[in-house]
């Protein structure tokens, strides 16, 4: 297993062990022990699986409360996915980090609660799997506006995103409730 910071050191680009042969390809999608050793030291309570179509746009969602750490791995397809810093004291505050993810690479993207969260579908479609270290909580939830000028996030958008009503009504940075640290 590789892993490599991104710009925001907090989350991380890992290139899991993947053995291929003639049969066809093994991985471990999670060791708890391999990656507590790697510094990824979590428990998850809840795996989540998006089966979406190409154009979809998911998020950016965040728990204010039972925050959430997330392991994204996609099984199928291609994707951008996008975290951004909400934790107000933290010195990348505001700030993106996007990277594709595929099937055919098996990268998962480790991204600590405090951040929110989405991605778009790049292929015809896709299917996301992300381990959370919390539950869902529906009340806790919000949404950040995906087309917020000041995220300064380059979506690799053919024309207009498909997007749920929930994340239509995502409101700006500038507005939106935030993690504060004590």
């Known amino acids: 297993m590789n892993i490599t910071p991104t710009k925001i050191p907090d989350i991380l680009l890992i290139a899991p ?3 291929g042969d003639a049969r066809g390809r093994f991985q471990e999608i999670w060791n708890h022990q391999r990656y507590s050793e790697a510094g990824i030291d979590q428990n998850f309570v809840q795996d989540n699986l998006s089966s979406s179509v190409k154009g979809t746009l998911r998020g950016l969602h965040y728990q204010l409360e039972q925050t959430q750490g997330k392991l994204i791995q996609v099984l199928q397809g291609e994707i951008f996915d996008v975290a951004v810093d909400l934790r107000r004291n933290s010195q990348t505050f505001g700030q993106a980090v996007s990277v594709k993810l595929d099937a055919e690479t098996s990268k998962q993207l480790w991204i600590p609660p405090g ?8 292929s015809e479609t896709a299917d996301v799997l992300y381990k959370c270290t919390d539950f869902y909580r529906p009340e806790a939830e919000r949404t950040l506006l995906w087309s917020d000028p000041a995220l300064q996030i380059d979506w690799p958008l053919e024309g207009e995103p498909i997007l749920s009503s929930k994340d239509q009504r995502g409101v700006p940075l500038s507005v939106a409730e935030v993690f504060e640290d004590d």
């Open 17 to 19: 062990d993947v053995f």
């Open 115 to 122: 951040f929110a969260h989405g991605f778009l579908v790049l």
